[in-house]
């Protein structure tokens, strides 16, 4: 498909685990995103990349949320020393970086810390 | 202050009648734009609608159009002749400036009876 990709689709952990998550964006797409949706609520911007660098991380709520984009294409946005409060879906969009940027999301990863 | 306000939770219309969703932003930025999102209950993001704040024409795509009042700050979502499969959350959302930083609603969940 030509889609936004994103596994796994969902991921149980325990409190204190280390958890990736995958996003394989649109060929060609350049921008990527990550949101956090909590239940209820619209997403939240987690981070931007452009390329392999990351342009704006503002949104990652402290230093235990982390994500690389090593080859400018899939990225991967790591969690260490999960707490109950990370529980939410977290969702990838990609984009090209110019005109109005509309987004592509994909399906999101459902992330349950017990 | 919130970027984006959503003040409808829930809304209900009846199939074939128009609905209007609300949505006001915030920003001191000359340059900005706006979005609109539908998440069914699936889970997938599917943009809508999207209006740049030099354009003075409103937004359409097909039964979508935007009310852009850029001096009131709002950006209501018009769907004319809704259909059982316009049933989702909608959310609104907004771009700064030249960043690629997005910000969201918290969404109305639309139902349309039959």
């Known amino acids: 498909g030509a889609g936004v990709s994103q596994t796994p689709s969902n991921k149980v952990t325990e409190k204190g685990k280390y958890v990736e998550l995958r996003c394989d964006p649109i060929?060609?797409?350049?921008?990527l995103y990550w949101y956090r949706q909590s239940l209820g609520q619209g997403p939240e911007f987690l981070i931007y990349?452009?390329?392999?660098?990351?342009?704006?991380d503002s949104g990652l709520p402290n230093d235990r949320f982390f994500a690389v984009r090593p080859e400018g294409s899939v990225s991967t946005l790591k969690i260490q020393r999960t707490e109950r409060g990370d529980s939410a879906v977290y969702l990838c969009?990609?984009?090209?970086?110019?005109?109005?940027?509309?987004?592509?999301f994909g399906p999101g990863t459902r992330l349950t810390v017990l | 202050a919130q970027k984006i306000t959503q003040t409808q939770p829930g809304m209900f219309v009846q199939e074939k009648e128009a609905v209007t969703l609300d949505c006001t932003y915030d920003?001191?930025?000359?340059?900005?734009?706006l979005f609109w999102y539908k998440q069914p209950s699936s889970g997938e993001m599917i943009f809508l609608i999207y209006?740049?704040?030099?354009?003075?024409q409103n937004a359409t795509e097909g039964r979508y159009s935007l009310n852009f009042q850029k001096a009131r700050k709002s950006a209501n979502l018009v769907i004319s002749a809704s259909q059982l499969g316009d049933s989702a959350m909608y959310f609104c959302?907004?771009?700064?400036?030249?960043?690629?930083?997005?910000?969201f609603g918290s969404g109305t969940k639309l139902n349309v009876k039959p």
């Open positions: 969009a990609s984009s090209y970086p110019r005109g109005h940027n509309e987004q592509f």
């Open positions: 060929s060609g797409h350049t921008a």
């Open positions: 990349f452009q390329g392999t660098g990351a342009a704006d």
């Open positions: 920003t001191s930025d000359q340059s900005y734009g």
């Open positions: 209006q740049g704040s030099y354009d003075e």
């Open positions: 959302a907004m771009r700064e400036g030249n960043f690629n930083k997005f910000y």
